[in-house]
């Protein structure tokens, strides 16, 4: 007999925070970590709870093994996607409940990474599952989870952030870098951008987007010289100012009526990588923003 549905709900909600952060993790996807975990609960509710003596370990297993079946199809996806890939972009305030470690180099850090390689990181190193609970979720044995956890570990670690920028300083870069891209003020960008920047543009085939990462401050400068030239100079609204995925950047209101995200890598007090989202299908969960300024005009 399954214990009552109350039951079900109240011990599942203290662990839906995490198995998000989780599945998010392994997606790179707002809307399908959600589904994920809302199909977790179902498979919750529908089992006999009464003998399962770790919750956690056994929902961690079943979002786990959801994605990873999500996974086999998105690669073959990924592999026509059209112009870079980004993950979806996560806003400072719908990161209260997840860790700052979310920053989009470490995110598409993990995209590099097999669904094997990317799980067995995740469950060890980021959320502190022993190798025995991560070979029961990958069916597994626990010597190739850790060879599996260390190949992760090892390309992961070169994506890192090596230090977390001051939070004025990236608002002051933020604010700059606004200003010169949209007004195409040269002098300017050459003040804000390494030499080596690298720019990614990801409109899905969906927006125009440059269909493969910029490198070099004459390309990626050239991007923004173009797009100044094209709305003469005109400076988009700013829906939100903050962090985005642990890096700051900017939502703007795009000319299109549709919104997009701008993070910037910064280090040594130049911009290294400059992250754009255009996807729509990306930035469904920002749609507000974009409400709230029809009904501020």
């Not at 079900?8 to 995490?18: I, K, S, T, V, Y």
């Not at 669904?115 to 597994?140: K, N, Q």
């Not at 927006?207 to 400068?221: I, K, Q, T």
Request: glycine share 8%.
């Amino acid at each position: 007999m399954l214990p009552p549905d109350g039951d079900a709900a109240d011990r599942f909600q203290p662990l839906r925070p995490g198995l998000v952060r989780l599945a998010y993790r392994m997606l790179g996807s707002i809307a399908e970590a959600e589904d994920v975990v809302q199909e977790t609960y179902i498979r919750w509710h529908q089992t006999d709870r009464s003998a399962i003596r770790e919750p956690g370990a056994f929902l961690s297993k079943t979002v786990t093994r959801l994605c990873l079946d999500i996974l086999k199809s998105a690669r073959v996806k990924r592999e026509t996607y059209i112009g870079p890939w980004l993950p979806e972009p996560v806003l400072e305030a719908e990161q209260e409940d997840m860790s700052e470690d979310l920053s989009l180099s470490l995110m598409m850090a993990l995209e590099r990474l097999s669904p094997l390689e990317r799980a067995a990181f995740l469950l060890h190193d980021v959320f502190g599952l022993g190798f025995d609970e991560v070979a029961t979720t990958l069916d597994r044995d626990p010597a190739a989870c850790r060879q599996l956890a260390a190949r992760a570990r090892k390309n992961v670690r070169a994506d890192r952030p090596r230090y977390a920028i001051d939070r004025d300083e990236g608002e002051r870069m933020t604010d700059a870098f606004f200003a010169a891209s949209r007004s195409g003020d040269l002098t300017a960008l050459r003040n804000l951008l390494a030499e080596n920047v690298v720019s990614y543009t990801d409109g899905g085939g969906i927006r125009n987007a440059a269909l493969n990462p910029l490198f070099g401050f004459r390309r990626v400068s050239g991007l923004f010289m173009g797009v100044a030239r094209k709305d003469e100079g005109q400076l988009p609204p700013v829906l939100y100012k903050g962090l985005i995925n642990g890096l700051p950047g900017f939502v703007t209101l795009e000319k299109d009526g549709m919104v997009q995200t701008t993070s910037l890598d910064i280090e040594d007090g130049r911009i290294v990588g400059v992250y754009i989202v255009r996807n729509p299908e990306k930035l469904r969960h920002l749609s507000d923003l974009a409400g709230a300024a029809d009904v501020a005009n």
